[in-house]
C-alpha cells in the first residue's frame, strides 16, 4: 500500500533502480546512513529540509505519480511538485472556468464551503462545551452567523467566521495562550502549530484534487493565485476543524507538546524538527482514522473523506447532482 514520506533531514535523494535513496547530510557536508525507499510504496513526499535531487529523478517521481511538497524554514507550504495532469479532461476544465466566472454560480459553491466549515468548527466547540470549556459566546456568534451564509453577495462576507472560532482557542487549550492569529512569521505555539497543521491539511487535500478531474488553480472561495493550487485551499476550509483543528487541541492537552517542543526566538515560534517529527506521525495517524459513512453504509478513513468531496464537486460541475459539504456528525 502506497503511504507518504516525510523528510525531515537535508539530504540528497538519488535513483538506485526502482528504488529511492535518500542520504542525509549534516551542515559539515558529512553524510549519513542511507534510507531506500521502493518507488512503489510512495504516494508522496513531504519536504521540510533541503534536498537536493536533478531532473532525471524528478522524471522518475512524475512518471510513478509521486507528488513532492516543499515546506519552508517557517513550516509553511510553499510549492509543490506535481506530476503531469493524468486525468485530464476538457469538458471539466471548461465547466469549472464557468462556475468561477459566474458570479451566482461562483457565489453557491463558495457558500457551501463556509456552511461546511462552519458547521464542523460548531461540532468541536459544542464537544469542548460538554467538556467544560465556555465557549458558549463563541458558538452563539457563529450560529447567529450561520443563516446569513445563504444570502451573502460576495467572497469577503463569508470569510469573518473564522476570526470568531479563533476566539475559542485560548480557552480550549490547556496551557498555552494564542492571542492574535500570526502566521509570517508565527508569534507563539500555538500559532506554530496552526500554521503548521493547516498547511498538512493543504497539501493532503492538493493531493486529493490531483487524483479527480478537477484543475487546482481554479477557485471559488479563495481568490486564484499565479503560485499557488487555491482549490486546494477551498477544500482545507471544511476539513481544517476536522483534522488540523481536533489534531492540535488534543496534543496541546493530552501535553504531547510542550514548551520544550519549540524554538523561540526575538518574535517568531517555530516547532523543533523533532517535534515535527511527532506531530507528522500524529497527523497520519488521524487521516487514516476511519468513520461510518451514511451514505455509502462503510466505514472510510478522512484522507479518503476528501477525496469524496473532490469527487462530489466535480459532479456539480457537470450537473450531475448538487452539492453539498461534508458535515461530520461524530
Given at each position: 500500500?502506497?503511504?507518504?514520506?516525510?523528510?525531515?533531514?537535508?539530504?540528497?535523494?538519488?535513483?538506485?533502480?526502482?528504488?529511492?535513496?535518500?542520504?542525509p547530510?549534516?551542515?559539515?557536508g558529512?553524510?549519513?546512513?542511507?534510507?531506500?525507499?521502493?518507488?512503489?510504496t510512495?504516494?508522496?513526499?513531504?519536504?521540510?529540509?533541503s534536498?537536493?535531487?536533478?531532473?532525471?529523478?524528478?522524471?522518475?517521481?512524475?512518471?510513478?505519480?509521486v507528488?513532492?511538497?516543499?515546506?519552508?524554514?517557517?513550516?509553511?507550504?510553499?510549492?509543490?511538485?506535481?506530476?503531469?495532469?493524468y486525468?485530464?479532461?476538457?469538458?471539466?476544465?471548461?465547466?469549472?472556468?464557468?462556475?468561477?466566472?459566474?458570479?451566482?454560480?461562483?457565489?453557491?459553491?463558495?457558500?457551501?464551503?463556509?456552511?461546511?466549515a462552519?458547521?464542523?468548527?460548531?461540532?468541536?466547540?459544542?464537544?469542548?462545551?460538554?467538556?467544560?470549556?465556555?465557549?458558549?459566546?463563541?458558538?452563539?456568534?457563529?450560529?447567529?452567523?450561520?443563516?446569513?451564509?445563504?444570502t451573502?453577495?460576495?467572497?469577503?462576507?463569508?470569510?469573518?467566521?473564522?476570526?470568531?472560532?479563533?476566539?475559542?482557542?485560548?480557552?480550549?487549550?490547556?496551557?498555552?495562550?494564542?492571542?492574535?492569529?500570526?502566521?509570517?512569521?508565527?508569534?507563539?505555539?500555538?500559532?506554530a502549530?496552526?500554521s503548521?497543521?493547516?498547511?498538512?491539511?493543504?497539501?493532503?487535500?492538493?493531493?486529493?484534487?490531483?487524483?479527480?478531474?478537477?484543475?487546482?488553480?481554479?477557485?471559488?472561495?479563495?481568490?486564484?493565485?499565479?503560485?499557488?493550487?487555491?482549490?486546494?485551499?477551498?477544500?482545507?476550509?471544511?476539513?481544517k476543524?476536522?483534522?488540523?483543528?481536533?489534531?492540535?487541541?488534543?496534543?496541546?492537552?493530552?501535553?504531547?507538546?510542550?514548551e520544550?517542543?519549540?524554538?523561540?526566538?526575538?518574535?517568531?515560534?517555530?516547532?523543533?524538527?523533532s517535534?515535527?517529527?511527532?506531530?507528522?506521525?500524529e497527523?497520519?495517524?488521524?487521516?487514516?482514522e476511519?468513520?461510518?459513512?451514511?451514505?455509502?453504509?462503510?466505514?472510510?478513513?478522512?484522507?479518503?473523506?476528501?477525496?469524496?468531496?473532490?469527487?462530489?464537486?466535480?459532479?456539480?460541475?457537470?450537473?450531475?447532482?448538487?452539492?453539498?459539504?461534508?458535515?461530520?456528525?461524530?
Amino acid at each position: 500500500m502506497k503511504r507518504t514520506y516525510y523528510l525531515f533531514n537535508p539530504g540528497r535523494l538519488s535513483r538506485k533502480d526502482n528504488t529511492l535513496k535518500f542520504t542525509p547530510v549534516d551542515e559539515e557536508g558529512r553524510e549519513g546512513q542511507p534510507r531506500y525507499i521502493p518507488i512503489e510504496t510512495v504516494d508522496n513526499l513531504f519536504v521540510f529540509g533541503s534536498l537536493d535531487a536533478n531532473s532525471m529523478m524528478y522524471n522518475f517521481l512524475g512518471k510513478n505519480q509521486v507528488a513532492v511538497h516543499f515546506f519552508d524554514y517557517y513550516e509553511h507550504y510553499t510549492g509543490s511538485f506535481m506530476p503531469k495532469d493524468y486525468l485530464l479532461s476538457g469538458k471539466m476544465q471548461i465547466a469549472q472556468m464557468k462556475h468561477h466566472i459566474r458570479q451566482e454560480k461562483r457565489m453557491l459553491i463558495a457558500r457551501r464551503f463556509i456552511d461546511g466549515a462552519a458547521f464542523n468548527m460548531l461540532k468541536n466547540l459544542r464537544y469542548y462545551t460538554n467538556r467544560g470549556k465556555d465557549v458558549t459566546q463563541q458558538i452563539e456568534r457563529i450560529e447567529a452567523y450561520v443563516p446569513l451564509i445563504s444570502t451573502a453577495t460576495d467572497i469577503p462576507m463569508l470569510m469573518g467566521i473564522r476570526q470568531t472560532y479563533y476566539e475559542a482557542f485560548d480557552t480550549i487549550i490547556d496551557g498555552f495562550t494564542m492571542g492574535n492569529r500570526t502566521k509570517l512569521p508565527p508569534s507563539n505555539e500555538v500559532n506554530a502549530m496552526i500554521s503548521f497543521a493547516n498547511s498538512m491539511c493543504y497539501s493532503v487535500c492538493l493531493d486529493a484534487i490531483y487524483h479527480t478531474q478537477l484543475n487546482p488553480t481554479i477557485s471559488f472561495l479563495h481568490e486564484p493565485g499565479e503560485r499557488r493550487y487555491s482549490l486546494a485551499l477551498d477544500i482545507a476550509e471544511i476539513f481544517k476543524p476536522i483534522l488540523a483543528d481536533r489534531l492540535l487541541f488534543s496534543m496541546f492537552n493530552r501535553k504531547q507538546l510542550r514548551e520544550s517542543d519549540f524554538d523561540q526566538n526575538l518574535n517568531r515560534c517555530l516547532l523543533k524538527p523533532s517535534s515535527m517529527k511527532k506531530v507528522a506521525q500524529e497527523w497520519e495517524e488521524r487521516t487514516k482514522e476511519t468513520i461510518k459513512h451514511r451514505k455509502l453504509g462503510r466505514s472510510v478513513s478522512y484522507k479518503h473523506l476528501i477525496k469524496l468531496e473532490c469527487y462530489k464537486l466535480t459532479k456539480h460541475l457537470l450537473g450531475m447532482e448538487e452539492y453539498k459539504p461534508l458535515k461530520i456528525w461524530w
